[in-house]
C-alpha cells in the first residue's frame, strides 16, 4: 500500500535536481507535492510530469525569502487541497568564494534563501499542521552541517543554522504531533554542484578532475557522488516515520564522507 496517499508536500526548489526528484518519488507513492520554484515555468514543467503519469502535483511560484510570495503559496496549497501535511525545505544556492573576497551581498543572499526561507516556509505550514495535529518538516541539510569546507562559509553557516531550527520545532511540534528532521547529503551532482567544479578548480589552482578526486569526493569509502535517488529516499523515509521517536534528527546520506 503506498505510504503517502492523498497527503500533500510541499516541496521547495522542486523544479530541478533534488527537490524534483523528491517530488516524483512523492508522487510515484500517491502522495501530492506542491512545486514550489523561483521559476514558475520550469516548477509547472514538472507538475505537468507528473500529472502526465496520472498522478496529482501542483505548481505554485515562490521565492523562500519573500514573506509574501512563501505566504501566498502556502495559502494557495490550502485552497487547493485544504491540508499540508509535509514540507521539504529544499530551495538553496551555493557562493564559492575565500571569505577575504566574499561581498557582504552575497553572504546575505545565501543566508537569506537557506535560512529566511526555512523559518518562511516552516512558520507558514506549521500553523496548518499544528490545526490537523500531525506533520513533518524535513529541512535540506548537507554534510557541510556536521563539516566545514573551504570557500563555503556562508554556505557552511547556514546548513549548520538548519540543525538548530530544526531542533527547535521538534521541541515546539512534539504537542501538535509534528515531526522535524533534517537530511544531510554529501555532493549530489546537481548543476549546483556541476557549477562549483570549475569555480573552486580556479580559485584552488587545480584541475576540475582533482576537485572532483580529491577535494568533493576524497573522503568517502567509494569515490562516489551521492544521487538524488539516495536523497529522495532518506527524505521519504523521515516523512513516512509516523512517530516523535524520530524527531529533531539528522541523517547523513554521503557515501561514509561523514560519519557519526
Not at 154 to 173: D, I, S
Request: glycine share 8%.
Amino acid at each position: 500500500m503506498p505510504r503517502f496517499s492523498d497527503k500533500v508536500a510541499i516541496v521547495t526548489g522542486a523544479a530541478s535536481g533534488i527537490g524534483k526528484e523528491i517530488a516524483l518519488r512523492f508522487a510515484a507513492e500517491d502522495g501530492v507535492p506542491v512545486i514550489a520554484d523561483l521559476n514558475f515555468d520550469a516548477a509547472d514543467a514538472t507538475a505537468r510530469e507528473i500529472r502526465s503519469q496520472g498522478r496529482e502535483a501542483f505548481a505554485v511560484a515562490m521565492n523562500v525569502a519573500d514573506e509574501t510570495a512563501v505566504e501566498r503559496g502556502v495559502a494557495d496549497t490550502m485552497a487547493k487541497y485544504g491540508r499540508i501535511d509535509v514540507l521539504v525545505s529544499n530551495a538553496g544556492i551555493q557562493i564559492v568564494k575565500p571569505i577575504v573576497d566574499l561581498p557582504f551581498a552575497d553572504w546575505k543572499r545565501l543566508l537569506a534563501i537557506h535560512l529566511d526561507g526555512a523559518f518562511l516556509t516552516t512558520r507558514a505550514c506549521l500553523k496548518h499542521m499544528y490545526k490537523a495535529k500531525s506533520g513533518s518538516v524535513i529541512y535540506m541539510g548537507s554534510v557541510h552541517s556536521k563539516e566545514a569546507s573551504l570557500l563555503k562559509a556562508p554556505y557552511v553557516t547556514a546548513k549548520h543554522g538548519l540543525l538548530g531550527l530544526c531542533r527547535v520545532v521538534a521541541k515546539e511540534g512534539a504537542q501538535h504531533n509534528v515531526r522535524a528532521n533534517v537530511v544531510c547529503p554529501g555532493f549530489v551532482r546537481t548543476p549546483l554542484v556541476d557549477k562549483q567544479i570549475p569555480e573552486q578548480a580556479e580559485e584552488l589552482g587545480i584541475s576540475e578532475e582533482d576537485v572532483i578526486k580529491h577535494v568533493m569526493l576524497k573522503d568517502t569509502v567509494d569515490g562516489e557522488f551521492t544521487t538524488t535517488a539516495d536523497v529522495a529516499a532518506a527524505v521519504l523515509f523521515l516523512v513516512g516515520f509516523e512517530t516523535n521517536a524520530l524527531t529533531g534528527q539528522s541523517l547523513v546520506v554521503s557515501h561514509g564522507w561523514f560519519m557519526e
